[in-house]
C-alpha cells in the first residue's frame, strides 16, 4: 500500500477514534470524519474500511488485539482452581493500561457504547471478543458452583458492564483533567473488588 494511503488510513482511524469517543460512535457523520482528516475525497471511509463499521471494527481490533495478547500472559498460570480475583485480574490490568495514553482513553469510552452486545459474548467475533478474554469469561461463569447458573451468567453481564462503564468514565475524567480520588494503581485494585464482589456476592433470602 502506498504511504499516502496508510497515511490517510491512520488519520481516518485518528479522527474516528476521537470523534467516536467524543460524540458517540452512531451520533458521529462519516462525513465528519472524512472532514476532520482533512480528506477531499469523500469516498475515503468506504474506499479504505467500506462503512462506518468497518472503521470502527478497524478501531477495535488495533486495541483489542494487543490487550488480548497482555490478558493470554495473564492466564498462562491460571485455571478452573484459580480465585476469582485472579481471573478477573486478567480482565482489569490490561483495560486499566489503556489509561496510560489518549487513544487508550478514547477506546476505552468506545467500548463501554457497546454493552448491549456483551450478553452475546459466546458468538461475538473478533472486534468485540477474543480466544483470550472468552477463556477469561467462560472460568468466570462457571462459579460460584452453589450459585443457579442464570444466575451466574447475568452477574457475569453485569460485571463486564460495571468494568467498561467505570472504565469509560475515569478515561473521559482523565482526559478533562478532573481531580481524581484514586491513583490508578489504587483505581484498578478497588474496581477488581467491585467485579469480585458483583460475582461472589451471597444471594438474597
Same mark, same amino acid.
Request: aromatic share 4%; net charge negative; proline share 4%.
Given at each position: 500500500?502506498?504511504?499516502?494511503?496508510?497515511?490517510?488510513?491512520?488519520?481516518?482511524?485518528?479522527?474516528?477514534?476521537?470523534?467516536?469517543?467524543?460524540?458517540?460512535?452512531?451520533?458521529?457523520?462519516?462525513?465528519?470524519?472524512?472532514?476532520?482528516?482533512?480528506?477531499?475525497?469523500?469516498?475515503?471511509?468506504?474506499? =479504505?474500511?467500506?462503512?462506518?463499521?468497518? %472503521? !470502527? /471494527?478497524?478501531?477495535?481490533? @488495533?486495541?483489542?488485539? $494487543?490487550?488480548?495478547?497482555? +490478558?493470554?500472559?495473564?492466564?498462562?498460570?491460571?485455571?478452573?482452581?484459580?480465585?476469582?480475583?485472579?481471573?478477573?485480574?486478567?480482565?482489569?490490568?490490561?483495560?486499566?493500561?489503556?489509561?496510560?495514553?489518549?487513544?487508550?482513553?478514547?477506546?476505552?469510552?468506545?467500548?463501554?457504547?457497546?454493552?448491549?452486545?456483551?450478553?452475546?459474548?459466546?458468538?461475538?467475533?473478533?472486534?468485540?471478543?477474543?480466544? =483470550?478474554?472468552?477463556?477469561?469469561?467462560? %472460568? !468466570? /461463569?462457571?462459579?460460584?458452583? @452453589?450459585?443457579?447458573? $442464570?444466575?451466574?451468567?447475568? +452477574?457475569?453481564?453485569?460485571?463486564?458492564?460495571?468494568?467498561?462503564?467505570?472504565?469509560?468514565?475515569?478515561?473521559?475524567?482523565?482526559?478533562?483533567?478532573?481531580?481524581?480520588?484514586?491513583?490508578?494503581?489504587?483505581?484498578?485494585?478497588?474496581?477488581?473488588?467491585?467485579?469480585?464482589?458483583?460475582?461472589?456476592?451471597?444471594?438474597?433470602?
Amino acid at each position: 500500500m502506498p504511504r499516502s494511503s496508510v497515511k490517510t488510513r491512520e488519520q481516518l482511524l485518528l479522527e474516528a477514534e476521537r470523534l467516536f469517543a467524543l460524540k458517540g460512535i452512531w451520533q458521529v457523520q462519516v462525513q465528519e470524519i472524512v472532514v476532520a482528516a482533512d480528506q477531499r475525497n469523500t469516498s475515503a471511509v468506504t474506499y =479504505h474500511f467500506g462503512s462506518r463499521e468497518g %472503521l !470502527l /471494527e478497524g478501531i477495535l481490533t @488495533s486495541h483489542g488485539q $494487543p490487550i488480548d495478547e497482555h +490478558r493470554g500472559e495473564l492466564l498462562l498460570s491460571l485455571d478452573e482452581q484459580s480465585p476469582t480475583r485472579a481471573l478477573v485480574d486478567s480482565l482489569v490490568v490490561p483495560m486499566v493500561s489503556c489509561l496510560d495514553t489518549q487513544s487508550g482513553c478514547r477506546y476505552l469510552q468506545i467500548i463501554s457504547q457497546l454493552s448491549d452486545q456483551f450478553s452475546n459474548w459466546r458468538s461475538l467475533s473478533g472486534n468485540l471478543s477474543s480466544p =483470550h478474554l472468552a477463556k477469561a469469561l467462560e %472460568l !468466570l /461463569e462457571s462459579r460460584p458452583v @452453589s450459585l443457579p447458573i $442464570p444466575v451466574r451468567q447475568e +452477574r457475569l453481564i453485569a460485571m463486564m458492564q460495571l468494568m467498561t462503564s467505570s472504565l469509560s468514565e475515569r478515561a473521559r475524567s482523565l482526559e478533562a483533567r478532573v481531580q481524581m480520588l484514586l491513583n490508578n494503581s489504587e483505581y484498578k485494585e478497588n474496581l477488581i473488588d467491585m467485579l469480585v464482589g458483583i460475582l461472589e456476592a451471597p444471594v438474597g433470602n
